[in-house]
């Protein structure tokens, strides 16, 4: 069974950094992408960021281009989400997931990450 | 950037009817490369259809995709309670992927 836990979130003010971790098992993490998704509160989903198999990929959704980097760790299974310079809009449940090629099938359970001064 | 868009927002219905969801893209989706997700308050959205039409394991047979090119539909041939959810597109042909702001059904 796939098995995503996310961590790391919390209360931060505005213009700190913030980096998120998601353990992966249940599957063999090298062989896939992997992304990260957010919701902010009482809103829809929104992608966030996209890394290939072996991290030489990365894809980023404009309003975080510069500020936040996405990477992993094979050996660990592990993803990471390193979020730098946050802003009360970046507020929002944040969802580790994976699949067939960028097609999301797993999610994980999310963690909330507020942004508040 | 496709822009996807939902039609109905809001859809308000009794168990045993059936219910049709739409979503719009701005631009043609490669390869129908087309999902749709449900979400329950407080939980993580789960795949229910997959390249438009495919479902996803596990996913009752009421729950149908269609459409290709810029028109896609869900079809819940006959809502049960749990059903009652919010629906979301979402495309994953093109980057930046991009969902539509979601369905959400409601008990009527």
């Known amino acids: 069974e796939v098995q995503l836990v996310e961590s790391g979130g919390g209360l931060v003010q505005p213009g700190v950094s913030l980096r998120l971790s998601c353990a992966a098992s249940?599957?063999?993490?090298?062989?896939?992408?992997m992304a990260w998704v957010r919701q902010a509160p009482g809103k829809g989903l929104e992608w966030v960021a996209n890394?290939?198999?072996?991290?030489?990929?990365?894809f980023y959704v404009d309003s975080v281009k510069g500020r936040f980097t996405i990477s992993r760790d094979n050996a660990k299974n592990s993803l990471f989400l390193q979020m730098d310079s946050l802003r009360v809009e970046d507020t929002a449940v944040y969802y580790c997931?994976?699949?067939?090629?960028?097609?999301?099938?797993?999610w994980g359970q999310g963690s909330l990450v507020t942004a508040s001064s | 950037e496709i822009v996807l868009t939902h039609s109905p927002g809001t859809l308000s219905l009794s168990p045993g009817e059936r219910a049709t969801l739409s979503c719009r893209a701005s631009?043609?989706?490669?390869?129908?490369?087309l999902a749709w997700y449900q979400q329950k308050p407080g939980q993580a959205p789960r795949l229910l259809i997959y390249?438009?039409?495919n479902r996803a394991t596990g996913i009752p047979d009421r729950f149908s995709g269609s459409g290709s090119g810029t028109d896609f539909t869900l079809t819940i041939s006959r809502l049960e309670p749990e059903d009652f959810a919010v629906y979301y597109c979402?495309?994953?042909?093109?980057?930046?992927?991009?969902f539509g702001g979601g369905t959400k059904v409601e008990i009527k």
């Open positions: 890394i290939n198999q072996d991290g030489s990929a990365k």
């Open positions: 631009q043609s989706v490669g390869n129908n490369y």
């Open positions: 997931a994976t699949g067939r090629g960028w097609l999301i099938q797993h």
């Open positions: 979402q495309q994953y042909a093109t980057s930046p992927l991009t």
């Open positions: 390249d438009a039409s």
């Open positions: 249940g599957f063999t993490f090298s062989n896939h992408y």
